[in-house]
């Protein structure tokens, strides 16, 4: 029998892969048969894994996700290149934190241009292409996974642009997925909760550990390699049948939510 969550044949495009949570997706991906699109504004760090990945399995390319164009210049030299891409992992973000009334307008805008706006630039450059395949006949895998957050469930203290941009990233989830889920295209949410990465290191100090593990019944945090799985879970045709979804990997943080 076929592994059911293979992903042999697909190209994936990863954004934010030069490190944490989109190194570790990229790194599995291949291992399924997939070949990673690295996307990130580190070019030291996606070239690297690139090149450790290997031509045959990875490409790179380098800007920001906040840029429309790049965007746009990306996912057609993605597809030039590889004929198709079958798969998106919408997972660039910055922390910017701040007390609500304290938080400059520039910190509040920056983050929704990476975690919201970026997302948007990104799912709407990938959709059209695979929104173009299923008008061509192409019946080949078609799925984009969102990053979210228990902070776009729940809310944090001190990060109102993060939990408003990873809010806002599950309604397009849901809204996109009722336009394209017919045409073959499906859309989903991963929410996670605290994932021991460089990114979330700056808030993870005794005190917060220490409230937030009390909230969580299986009593840890999670690291990049456990949550890729069900990233890649989503991507494959093991999900085939799911959209329009927010899949909760928190370790039980938002059991009732």
Not at 24 to 33: F, P
Not at 41 to 67: F, H, M, P, R, T
Not at 171 to 194: D, Q, Y
Request: charged fraction near 20%; hydrophobic fraction near 40%.
């Amino acid at each position: 029998m076929k592994n059911p969550m293979s992903l042999e044949g697909n190209n994936i495009i990863v954004t934010g892969a030069g490190q944490g949570i989109g190194e570790a997706v990229s790194r599995l991906v291949v291992d399924l048969g997939g070949r990673a699109i690295l996307v990130d504004l580190q070019g030291d760090k996606i070239n690297a894994l690139a090149d450790e990945l290997g031509a045959d399995k990875a490409e790179a390319y380098v800007g920001s996700v906040a840029e429309p164009g790049f965007v746009q210049e990306m996912v057609n030299q993605a597809v030039a290149k590889n004929g198709a891409v079958h798969g998106l992992v919408n997972n660039a973000g910055i922390v910017r934190a701040a007390m609500a009334h304290k938080m400059p307008i520039d910190t509040w805008q920056q983050v929704i241009d990476v975690n919201l706006s970026g997302v948007f630039y990104c799912l709407q450059a990938v959709g059209r292409h695979m929104l173009d395949r299923y008008k061509d006949g192409d019946t080949s895998p078609a799925s984009i996974v969102n990053i979210s957050s228990d902070a776009g469930r729940r809310g944090t203290i001190g990060q109102i642009n993060y939990g408003a941009a990873k809010s806002g990233v599950m309604g397009l989830t849901m809204r996109a997925a009722r336009e394209w889920s017919g045409k073959g295209v499906r859309i989903n949410t991963i929410c996670f909760g605290v994932v021991e990465t460089e990114m979330t290191e700056t808030i993870r100090s005794d005190k917060f550990r220490e409230g937030v593990m009390a909230q969580v019944p299986m009593g840890r945090f999670s690291d990049p390699e456990e949550v890729s799985q069900p990233v890649c879970f989503l991507l494959s045709q093991a999900a085939s049948y799911i959209t329009g979804q927010h899949l909760s990997v928190n370790g039980g943080y938002t059991i009732g939510v």
